[in-house]
């Protein structure tokens, strides 16, 4: 009787991995690159993520106020939208024609007026050989040139009127239909995590709704009371500082810088007296605002230590301009409120520190 043929046995060849060691190296180094493709993939498709989200950050401006609308009219939720769209659009339209009309001419001259004062600080300073080199005209340039380059993203008038509309568009679709999104994102996860996803997404619209609604009555606080006080102590240009005041009121401590060396420099183009006083005001505001306005309104809303806020907003402006520096305090609020759910999550027993009460 013939033997049957041996049937050939296949072995593991080089690229067969079974070791249990190998195998969980191999995972490890899969999520370091695809963390490294995340990082590139955010470097390299920064100016359109950042719109996105600029457009999801505005959606949850809108929504905040047809929530705030809805407590005085219950009429449906798309109505409420358009109040508050058409209400935003009339008030900017009306906002860019009267600075457009009444401060045409004072922009110039404030210009004009901040340079000259820039010019006679630093002359100050090379006389008394606090710049070792260079002329006050050559370091002047280079301060204007390096204020330029942080915001090059948008450096453009076109460029930023495009981003502005994109956010706007953006921003009204995600608000129109919020729960078609939600769903469109927490159908990609996996069912053990859509849960979560929707606790998220609530906790950080609350939060966001707070911080904005914080950030618009301290704009109009600001530059009211800016307006005023400048106005009665006699410095040039009060309307228009107190507008300028209130609009960089926005970015937290880097606007409060900018609108405080503008106010000082005009204030002191019109006198020691004149200046001193725009310094008082200066301080009563942020102080006033700082300790009073904003700390009232946001009770309940995600605590951020400045030092952190202004560390992001220099990262996000060096690496994203103008947009990145505009979007870091919202960004860095929904990063620890998302932090704080996912460590309640993983550790329900735990309270977390400086948590928010529902």
């Known amino acids: 009787m013939a033997k049957a043929p041996r049937r050939h046995v296949e072995q593991p060849g080089p690229a067969e991995i079974r070791d ?13 690159a695809a963390v490294a493709l995340a990082v590139l993939g955010v470097i390299f498709l920064a100016q359109p993520l950042l719109l996105i989200i600029g ?10 106020g047809s929530r705030l609308i809805g407590r005085v009219l219950p009429i449906p939720r798309g109505f409420r939208l358009l109040l508050v769209i058409l209400a935003g659009l009339a008030f900017v339209g009306w906002l860019l024609w009267y600075a457009g009309t009444t401060f045409a001419a004072q922009f110039e001259a404030l210009r004009a007026t901040v340079e000259a004062q820039a010019s006679r600080l630093l002359a100050w300073a090379y006389d008394h050989g606090l710049v070792s080199s260079g002329s006050p005209d050559a ?20 460029g930023a009127v495009t981003s502005a509309v994109l956010i706007l568009a953006l921003g009204i679709f995600f608000a129109t239909e919020p729960r078609l999104y939600d769903r469109g994102v927490a159908w990609m996860l996996p069912l053990k995590h859509r849960a979560l996803f929707y606790q998220l997404i609530e906790r950080v619209g609350f939060n966001l709704r707070r911080l904005l609604f914080g950030r618009l009555v301290g704009m109009v606080f600001e530059g009211l009371f800016t307006w005023l006080m400048l106005a009665l102590g006699g410095v040039p240009f009060a309307a228009l500082l107190g507008l300028i005041t209130g609009t960089l009121a926005f970015i937290p401590n880097i606007g409060a810088i900018v609108s405080g060396v503008l106010m000082v420099a005009v204030g002191f183009s019109a006198g020691n007296g004149t200046g001193l006083w725009a310094i008082f005001v ?17 009770r309940k809303t995600v605590d951020l230590a400045p030092a952190m806020v202004l560390a992001a907003q220099l990262v996000f402006g ?17 990063i620890k409120v998302c932090l704080e759910q996912w460590a309640r999550h993983r550790h329900p027993g735990d309270a977390v520190d400086g948590e928010p009460d529902a």
């Open 20 to 32: 249990p060691l190998v195998l969980t190296e191999l995972k490890r180094a899969s999520v370091w």
């Open 55 to 64: 457009g999801l950050i505005f959606a949850v401006l809108l929504d905040g």
């Open 139 to 158: 370091l002047l340039q280079q301060v204007v040139g390096s204020v330029g380059r942080l915001t090059s993203a948008v450096g453009s008038a076109l």
């Open 282 to 298: 200066y301080f009563a505001v942020q102080n006033i605002d700082g300790y009073l306005v904003l700390p009232y309104i946001a």
């Open 318 to 334: 060096a690496l994203f301009g103008f947009l990145g520096l505009l979007l870091a305090d919202p960004i860095l609020a929904s």
